[in-house]
């Protein structure tokens, strides 16, 4: 959804800072890792010991650093193969942290079990989302659309822990709430978006052709010699 209406605009400031980061020296892979690393520690080490402001604050920066490796892959004429199954890879380990990093928060902090289901159903959904769209382009299939795709999701958790961060340290209780309604929220969507993206398998040109079966030619039928 975001990534649809965002990326024209978006791609206006990255592209400058891809250009000026291959100055540097640094390549795209090791951008992506460099932003998964730094997020990874953040979101396992900040959201459990309670600090979803600051931990909000440097998973953001970092995610928006690696953005820019696409920016720099752009800037240099074009991307690997290897660098696309990289940043795939790296974006499933730092979704998966954030939300192991705030579920630990939520039955260690606030005792909220609801809520902990509803960060673990976000923590699957996230996974399956991504996986499906990629296994039906493998199979030369399509799974485009759905209510929530990356950007949607890391907005919403991470704006509902940020606004949650600054109530606890405000003390202002009614933005406490603001990270339960958006993990919720997202949990419903994200179910959705789900069975949007089978349904968008489903229909697919040649999704329900019949896939023949191959022989197996190590297989030694009766009658045959070993």
């Known amino acids: 959804m975001l990534s649809i209406f965002g990326r024209a605009s978006a791609s206006k400031v990255t592209a400058p800072l891809g250009r000026a980061l291959n100055s540097t020296g640094l390549t795209p892979d090791s951008v992506t890792i460099i932003g998964t690393v730094v997020s990874v520690v953040a979101a396992v080490t900040l959201f459990p010991s309670d600090h979803l402001f600051i931990g909000t604050l440097v998973i953001w920066l970092f995610v928006m650093f690696d953005m820019l490796d ?29 939300f192991a990093g705030l579920s630990w928060w939520a ?8 809520l902990l289901a509803a960060m ?3 923590l ?38 940020g ?15 603001a990270l339960p309604v958006a993990t919720y ?21 040649g999704a329900r052709d019949i896939i023949p079966i191959q022989p197996d030619r190590n297989r030694i039928e009766p009658g045959q010699s070993s």
């Open 70 to 98: 696409g920016a720099m892959a752009r800037a240099r004429g074009g991307g690997s193969k290897y660098g696309a199954v990289l940043d795939a890879t790296c974006d499933r380990v730092a979704d998966g942290a954030i």
């Open 107 to 114: 039955i260690f902090h606030q005792n909220d079990r609801p």
């Open 120 to 122: 673990l159903v976000c």
């Open 124 to 161: 699957v959904t996230s996974q399956v989302i991504s996986y499906a769209k990629a296994r039906a382009e493998a199979s030369g299939l399509s799974a485009d659309g759905g209510w929530i795709e990356r950007s949607d999701r890391l907005v919403i958790v991470l704006v509902g822990s």
């Open 163 to 177: 606004l949650t961060g600054i109530g606890q340290l405000a003390s202002w209780d009614w933005l406490q709430f």
């Open 185 to 205: 929220f997202l949990a419903a969507a994200s179910i959705v978006t789900v069975f949007q993206r089978v349904l968008a398998v489903r229909n697919s040109a």
